[in-house]
C-alpha cells in the first residue's frame, strides 16, 4: 500500500524560506516521477513542481519558478521542495503525489496527507 | 496552458438522484482530463482519467465523456458518501504544466 508522509510545513515569516520533505513507501520509488501539489483553504489544487525519477528533468508551475527547487534522494525514497520568499499566497496543505503511470504522463494520484505551511508574521 | 473552468460553482440533490458536473477547457485538450474527488478533511482522490475511465475501485455510478472542450462527469444514483468537491485537470506536455479547474461543490 502507497504511504506518503509530508513534513516540514509551519509557521513561517513573510520572506523566509522552507524545506518541506516527503516520505514514500510502498512503491518502487526509484521508479516513479513525482510531484508537489498544494491546496489553500477553500481553493483548488495547485501544481507546483515535478521531478523525474532519476531526477534527470524538473518541471516548476511559472508561479513559482525561481523561488522553488525540488530534488529528490532515491536511496531515501525521499522528496523535497525547497521554496524561498514567501508570501501569505503560499500558506496551503502541500502534497507529494506520485503519478499513476510513474512518469510525466500519469495522473496524479494518491495523494498523501500533506503538510501545512502557514505564512504569517 | 489551457483554462478549466466549471459549472455549475454548487449542486444541491438528494441521494437517489443523478449529478451531472461539467468542465470546459480554453483550448482543445483531446482526452486529456481527470475528475478528482475530495471528501471533507480529506487529499484529493482520482475517479477518472483520460476523460472516460474510471479510476480503480470507483462504482460503475460514476462515469465521464467528454473530448476536445466539453467534458462532463456523471454520477448516477447518488450515494450518501458521494458529497464532495470535484475538481477537473488537464495536463499539458509541453511547456509541461498541470491545471485544475476550481471545483463543484455537491451538496446534500
Known amino acids: 500500500q502507497v504511504h506518503l508522509v509530508a513534513s516540514g510545513g509551519g509557521v513561517v515569516q513573510p520572506g523566509g524560506s522552507l524545506r518541506l520533505s516527503c516520505l514514500a513507501s510502498?512503491?518502487?520509488?526509484?521508479?516513479?516521477?513525482m510531484h508537489w501539489v498544494r491546496q489553500a483553504p477553500g481553493k483548488a489544487p495547485q501544481w507546483l513542481s515535478y521531478?523525474?525519477?532519476?531526477?534527470?528533468?524538473?518541471y516548476y508551475a511559472e508561479s513559482v519558478k525561481g523561488r522553488c527547487f525540488i530534488s529528490r534522494d532515491n536511496a531515501r525514497n525521499s522528496l523535497s521542495l525547497e521554496m524561498t520568499n514567501l508570501t501569505s499566497d503560499d500558506t496551503a496543505l502541500y502534497y507529494c503525489?506520485?503519478?499513476?503511470?510513474?512518469?510525466?504522463?500519469?495522473?496524479?494520484?494518491?495523494w498523501g496527507q500533506g503538510t501545512l505551511v502557514t505564512v504569517s508574521s | 496552458e489551457s483554462v478549466l473552468t466549471q459549472y455549475p460553482g454548487s449542486l444541491s440533490l438528494s441521494p437517489g438522484e443523478s449529478a451531472t458536473l461539467s468542465c470546459r477547457a480554453s483550448?482543445?485538450?483531446?482526452?486529456?482530463l481527470a475528475w478528482y474527488q475530495q471528501r471533507p478533511g480529506q487529499a484529493p482522490s482520482l475517479v477518472i482519467y483520460?476523460?472516460?475511465k474510471r479510476a480503480t475501485g470507483i462504482p460503475a455510478r460514476f462515469s465521464g465523456s467528454g473530448s476536445g472542450t466539453d467534458f462532463t462527469l456523471t454520477i448516477s444514483s447518488l450515494e450518501p458518501e458521494d458529497f464532495a468537491v470535484y475538481y477537473c485537470?488537464?495536463?499539458?506536455?509541453?511547456?509541461?504544466?498541470?491545471?485544475f479547474g476550481q471545483g463543484t461543490r455537491l451538496e446534500i
Open positions: 483550448r482543445r485538450v483531446g482526452k486529456s
Open positions: 483520460d476523460a472516460s
Open positions: 503525489v506520485p503519478p499513476t503511470t510513474s512518469d510525466w504522463y500519469g495522473w496524479l494520484d494518491p
Open positions: 485537470q488537464h495536463r499539458t506536455n509541453w511547456p509541461p504544466g498541470i491545471t
Open positions: 510502498g512503491f518502487n520509488f526509484s521508479d516513479f516521477g
Open positions: 521531478i523525474k525519477n532519476d531526477g534527470g528533468d524538473r
